[in-house]
């Protein structure tokens, strides 16, 4: 139980239910370093319906496009994840109330470092969409390594995500966008421009880039709909966002987004 964000109201994050639990995650096996493929986790079987596509969240805060696009698309399976306790305790209780009304089945919350999760945890071509919005901008340079967005981290999204699937990535600032958009160029241009990407494994272009369709939770004039977007929107501030598709190893980029 938590109570911080609740305003005194205890926060149960229905462990096993709804936030996922240390049994469910498993411990990291001693032999990861030799065989990756043993840290995987079925994240499907954490879910009411484990074949259905799989959509992840990276630093989902309260929840609300979370919560929002899980009840827009039943046919899909979301993992949030949030690092921050209370943030994600806020989201996991949002979600079991509205799972005591019979909805929401298809959303769970990790609390963990999604880049972490994803680069041990997660099987090769296992996942749909990466959403990540208003990701922290970490301005001071010495941080800069804390930022979502690095070549290391592009390239575990790049084996994560199925063929077609899309990295969505939106953000108020611009000197983060600068940032993204450069380690972006490393992943969409052709290889010999590319060396930040290291060697070997990819297409000669792994991603194409691709102009952000507004999600489906978005509001008239939104681009998701998320807590931190109607905040910035209401101080008028300028947003920054695309898609990263993955394509195949002999695939061509192609414009088609149907
Ligand atoms: C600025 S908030 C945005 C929250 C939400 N996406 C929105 O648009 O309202 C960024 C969130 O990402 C979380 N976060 C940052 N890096 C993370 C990481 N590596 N893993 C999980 N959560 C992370 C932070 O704790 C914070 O809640």
Not at 201 to 224: K, Q
Request: charged share 25%.
């Amino acid at each position: 139980m938590s109570f911080g964000l609740g305003h005194g109201k205890p926060l149960d994050t229905a462990p096993g239910v709804v936030g996922v639990s240390a049994e469910e995650l498993g411990p990291l096996p001693d032999n990861v370093l030799q065989d990756p493929t043993s840290a995987w986790v079925d994240i499907g079987s954490w879910f009411p319906v484990p074949h259905q596509p799989l959509e992840i969240e990276i630093g989902c805060g309260k929840g609300t496009f979370l919560l929002e696009h899980a009840q827009e698309h039943p046919e899909t399976n979301l993992l949030g994840i949030e690092w921050a306790g209370e943030f994600w305790a806020y989201a996991a209780d949002r979600v079991r109330r509205r799972r005591a009304s019979g909805s929401h089945e298809n959303v769970r919350l990790l609390n963990a470092d999604a880049t972490e999760f994803i680069r041990w945890r997660v099987a090769d071509g296992s996942v749909r969409a990466i959403h990540l919005y208003f990701s922290d901008p970490w301005p001071k340079k010495r941080h800069h390594k804390k930022r979502v967005i690095q070549d290391a981290f592009l390239a575990q999204v790049w084996r994560v995500l199925e063929t077609g699937g899309e990295l969505r990535v939106v953000t108020d600032h611009p000197e983060l966008w600068a940032w993204d958009e450069s380690h972006f160029a490393n992943w969409t241009g052709e290889a010999h421009e590319s060396p930040a990407r290291g060697a070997g494994g990819y297409p000669e272009r792994p991603f194409e880039l691709l102009a952000y369709d507004a999600a489906t939770t978005a509001g008239e004039g939104e681009l998701v709909g998320s807590n931190y977007e109607r905040k910035w929107r209401r101080e008028g501030r300028s947003f920054y966002s695309a898609s990263l598709r993955k394509l195949a190893l002999a695939a061509s980029p192609s414009s088609d987004r149907s």
